[in-house]
């Protein structure tokens, strides 16, 4: 009795990268957009807010993401530009635009999580409102918006370290207007037809000649 081995078809074998290329392009793409955009929303947030005594009275101080650090709005911003980036290079520069990406977003949540425990803005309101450049910040505390830029953060390292993976299976901007590497060649008029001239143009037509092209 004779067994027969089957052989997967190339196609077959194809397919599997081609569809993890595609699921994780979509997904980079949502995780690095959706990622700058709630860093920079968070940014734009109230942080943190505390005290600070005035004129012996309690006086309330609040800063938003931005004024305790700006760190996380630009790496977002070239986070942005980088997944981009990622789409016009090939090669070891997709590879490099890829580890660009996943470092904006480890960048964002390094900065993020350090802002959590960063009171100097505040205390540099507390000296400007005290006019007392030693006035510090009293029951300082801080909202939940650090953290969402952490996610934030997460999302571009995740879009960067897809990139990494699978960025190979990626398709470039200029793919589609190449045509195998090759120039196509050029069409030239059929053999002994003025093109200046409509009357031989119809005259090679009734021929069933081309008049545009060998």
């Known amino acids: 009795m004779e067994y027969v081995t089957a052989v997967p078809h190339p196609r077959s074998q194809a397919a599997g990268p081609a569809r993890a290329g595609r699921v994780s392009l979509a997904v980079a793409l949502s995780a690095g957009a959706l990622g700058a955009a709630v860093t920079l929303l968070a940014t734009r947030q109230r942080w943190a807010e505390g005290t600070a005594t005035v004129a012996g009275a309690p006086f309330s101080l609040t800063a938003k993401g931005s004024d305790v650090t700006g760190v996380p709005a630009a790496l977002a911003i070239v986070g942005l530009a980088a997944l981009v ?27 993020a999580l350090l802002g959590v425990s960063d009171s100097s803005a505040l205390d540099e309101e507390a000296a400007r409102a005290a006019g007392d450049t030693s006035a510090t ?8 918006w650090p953290y969402v830029a952490v996610v934030g953060g997460a999302l ?8 990494l993976r699978y960025g190979r299976h990626w398709p470039a901007m200029s793919g589609r207007y190449e045509r195998g590497g090759a120039p196509r060649p050029r069409r030239t008029a059929a053999k002994g037809v003025d093109p200046d001239r409509p009357e031989e143009l119809w005259k090679a037509l009734d021929r069933g000649e081309d008049p545009t092209g060998a």
């Open 156 to 163: 571009i390292l995740l879009a960067g370290l897809l990139a």
């Open 137 to 144: 910040v009293h029951a300082l505390s801080h909202t939940a």
């Open 85 to 111: 980036a990622v789409f016009a290079v090939r090669g070891a520069g997709r590879a490099l635009v890829a580890a660009l990406l996943a470092l904006c977003g480890a960048g964002t949540v390094a900065a």
